[in-house]
């Protein structure tokens, strides 16, 4: 069975800092990872994903992801984050054999000083 | 294309009572998803579809839960009878294959008193 853990409930940060949220995973088989994103009153959307080749996947509004192996770890991170950015993060985890479940985290909220 | 619609948006009702839940997929996509998000955590997955037929259910209180998908496209989730505990955003997901990401619907909040 493979779990998420999101150890930051909360990160605040200001605007223009670097931020990283972190994702630790754990599974016996090989792992599909995502990180999905809930903008204030808005639906769960993906933001990146890590299917396989480059660990290092990025999204279109500059955020990006490494995958680790060794460390299990999927950590988001963004070099200067913006007020938009403000929102709760999702990282989820499914395997080559889990016939597409998807388990996700318990969420990170960023949110953004100006 | 259309994303996932979901209905009602809200709903409040008293414990004891039964309510149910309607998902739209997106067109084609075979598989749907229902997670439950209570405030606070990640969604948890109820029951997920692969066309009409039901790939996992693990996690659904079947004493008080049902879900369907009787054509392989729309699905409903019902509640009977709802607990105070029931109180949280229902998500509906579908995907278009195998480990393809998922999107989500705007939910359904549901508030027992």
């Known amino acids: 069975a493979q779990s998420v853990t999101q150890l930051d409930s909360q990160v605040p940060v200001f605007e223009e800092a670097p931020v990283e949220l972190r994702c630790n995973y754990s599974s016996s088989v090989s792992v599909y990872l995502f990180w999905y994103v809930q903008y204030p009153n808005q639906g769960l959307q993906l933001l990146l994903k890590?299917?396989?080749?480059?660990?290092l996947v990025e999204s279109i509004n500059g955020f990006e992801a490494e995958f680790n192996k060794s460390q299990t770890s999927f950590h988001l991170r963004k070099p200067s984050v913006h007020i938009s950015d403000t929102a709760e993060y999702f990282c989820a985890v499914t395997s080559y054999s889990s016939a597409s479940k998807i388990i996700f985290g318990s969420g990170t909220r960023l949110s953004i000083r100006p | 294309e259309a994303g996932v619609a979901q209905s009602p948006r809200y709903k409040i009702i008293e414990k004891r009572q039964s309510v149910a839940f309607w998902c739209n997929p997106i067109s084609g996509h075979a598989t749907l998803y229902w997670y439950q998000q209570i405030l606070g955590q990640g969604p948890k997955l109820l029951i997920q579809?692969?066309?009409?037929?039901?790939?996992?259910d693990s996690q659904l209180p079947k004493d008080r839960f049902s879900a369907e998908r009787l054509k392989g496209v729309d699905s409903t989730l019902k509640i009977q009878p709802a607990k105070l505990e029931d109180s949280a955003v229902y998500l509906c997901?579908?995907?278009?294959?195998?480990?393809?990401?998922?999107?989500f619907g705007n939910g359904t909040r549901l508030t027992v008193t």
């Open positions: 997901a579908s995907s278009g294959g195998y480990n393809s990401p998922l999107h």
């Open positions: 579809f692969q066309n009409n037929g039901v790939v996992d």
């Open positions: 890590y299917l396989s080749g480059s660990t």
